[in-house]
């Protein structure tokens, strides 16, 4: 359930290129482990091969389906999508992913009038200047009315 919703973030054209990176990496693990075969052990170094080059190719494969999340979730949450992208990818030991979740944003609303995601303190749109219904605004008044 939790992966169907990670997976419904993700941009489809990065779950394609995991797919994609999956395939080609047991691909050249098979075709390397038949060139690295002695006659009568074909089967088993492609095997063998074509595993070790199977598992490094769903690694990767997660490694990007997680970068596309950050991708997809920043640009949804109205923050430099492209920044925390690199930020996950270059930080090591996955500290940019962990620092991506520390500092994330509420989800962003989107404008009525133009689309665009306006962040959820903001009471103007940026790009067209409509006037946004902010939602916490308005729990803080009914908060406030009820008191
Ligand atoms: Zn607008």
Not at 50 to 70: E, M, N, Q, S, Y
Not at 83 to 108: D, K, N, T
């Amino acid at each position: 359930m939790r992966l169907r919703r990670f997976l419904s973030i993700v941009p489809k054209a990065v779950q394609l290129w995991a797919s994609v990176l999956v395939g080609c990496a047991l691909l050249i693990g098979l075709i390397v482990g038949y060139k690295a075969a002695d006659r009568g052990d074909v089967l088993r170094t492609m095997s063998a091969d074509g595993g070790a080059a199977l598992v490094v190719g769903i690694v990767l494969a997660i490694w990007l389906l997680c970068l596309g999340f950050v991708f997809a979730d920043a640009r949804r949450r109205a923050m430099r999508s492209v920044l925390w992208v690199l930020v996950a990818a270059l930080f090591p030991h996955l500290l940019g992913f962990l620092l991506y979740f520390v500092m994330r944003q509420p989800i962003a609303s989107t404008c009525t009038h133009c689309g665009q995601t306006t962040p959820l303190h903001q009471r103007f749109c940026s790009s067209c200047g409509t006037p946004q219904a902010s939602s916490t605004s308005d729990n803080v008044r009914l908060a406030v009315d009820q008191c």
